[in-house]
RNA sequence: GAGCCGGUAGCUCAGUCGGUAGAGCAACGGCCUUUUAAGCCGUGGGUCCCGGGUUCGACUCCCGGCCGGCUCACCA
């Protein structure tokens, strides 16, 4: 290691790139100097769990970023730290030698990736240690690391520089750590209990499935408009028609609609379809579903808190009707909303603080005197059910009542957290359903869903009776990690450019 | 898109009723071989978000803008 004799790196000098202060790429030089070439040969979490059961003082060789460093003439106390744990580091002058020692007290700085070798021990105050006999510096950082005991409080920089929030924020390792056990074991249910996972276009010549604005995109060689997906589901019973007797899609939908606590343009969510069930089969596996999160992601406890509410997720959920819902809370039922003057619906609206009623259609007027007076009040989990038809283009009528259809939506702590339906499986019906539905384009519903006549042609051949059900990923990541905005659960929300770009036209 | 609030050192924050700014941590120079928010002595560090206006003088007041947060509107 002939690095510490070069005469030409200043190794504590800084300087700014943009008005930041980084430390000086002198420095640089030696991360091809000294890189190990072995990895190492285990994690921090898993050293700490073998040692539990094992206590020995065991030869380790392991690798992380330096948290801490508490220098104390010829000995250093550091702490390195990986995405599962942190580990404390002993260095002594006279266990690295003179050389090494004098090499770290120079070049090695906090935040740096570094590996280390040597024994475990545990210091008196009984902390599991690494005493160093080798130490290897892997990668520098140039940057000054946040604070060490507040970390980074700013969002701003927290949602831009996602890294640095993970490096300096536990909190935020939790809940991305969350996400992703979340994921495995939805996957893994769902796998279990008998279902294909499928992946289907996110570029789309026509948006359907939802009521959204999509993203419009062009594709040069086919010369031709694409849309980014709102929702997979037209595809999803077109493989129910292929013979899947059961499908699941865990993706990207993208809505080009306004951006807030609970919405972000791109989000994941989950749609699903079984052949032979109804809303009421959904019902049912969605509750299992929940509890099977409860037992794992969870680990048992079934109650959460969000908004400052006490959630209990635990099943079986309550279940209302959607137009009792709206009697008990309006006092005006079925037939009011769905067959008096329109006049009298929009007037009704705007006295319950419903905005720009009178440019609205009946079904729009109906949605947003739900989501005035009923949505509020459903903090625990709730099945709302039995949906008006004018709402669900693609749902099944009642088998009891034809002003219906066989829908539900899961609302917990007042979020839309699954919507789900016996799937219309009659051509005809749905063909004037998006008949309909081109009607209320033209009413002035820039939301209202496309033709699709290859889906038509597909029901055609045959949509076996099926249930499908979309569940929203992120919001019930939001739910389990009990935070309040959609943006603590996505490691990269969408946000304005840091700063323009100088000198464009 | 509208309203309200915010942007000061790398980070967390204080401050200036208009006279160009501070603390802790981090950084840098010392001392220190069981510390862990290590400790002790010393040092440096700021386009106070950007642009314009008022003023002898603006980080502070006024106007405009950028970025973010919250609430509302739209959506899931």
Redesign the pocket.
Known sequence: MAITDRGDIKP?E?YTFK???VRHEGKLTLMDADITEEPPETTIAEIKHTYDFDPKREEVAVAGRLV????????I?GHIQDLLGKL?IYI???LVGEEKFKFIKEFV??GDIVGVKGKL?R?????L?VEVEDLQLLSKCL???????????????R?RQRYLDLIANPQARQIFLMRSRLLAEIRRFMVDSGFFEVETPTLQPIASG???RPFVTHHNYLDMDLYLRIAPELYLKRLIVGGYPKVFEIGKNF?N??V??????E?TMMEFYAAYWDYNDLMKFTEKLFQHLIDTVLEGKSEVTFEGHRINLKPPFRVVRYFDLLKEKTGKDKDFFLRAPIEELRKFATEL????AETLTRA?LI??IFEKVGEPELIQPTFVIDFPKILSPLAKEHREDPDLVERFELIIGQM?IG?AYTELNDPKDQYQRFLEQLKEKQAGDD?AMEMDTDFIRALEYGLPPTGGEGI?I??LAMLLAGV????EVILFPA??????EKGEG
């Not at 801490?68 to 000995?75: E, H, N, Q, S």
């Not at 807030?260 to 343009?265: A, F, G, I, L, S």
């Not at 603080?353 to 720009?356: A, L």
């Not at 946000?495 to 323009?500: L, Q, W, Y």
């Open positions: 504590n800084t008005g930041k202060l801490a460093w508490r220098p104390m003439g010829k000995a106390f404390q002594r002058k006279d700085d906090l021990f210091t008196n105050t009984g902390e240690t940057h000054p690391l946040p604070e060490k005991w507040h970390g980074i409080k700013d969002v701003e920089v949602y939802a009521n959204a809505r609609e306004g807030d606590t609970t919405h972000n343009p989000f603080g419903v905005k720009k729009k949605d947003k839309e919507n939301e929203g992120d919001r309040n905005s959609i943006r946000m304005r450019p840091e700063e323009k």
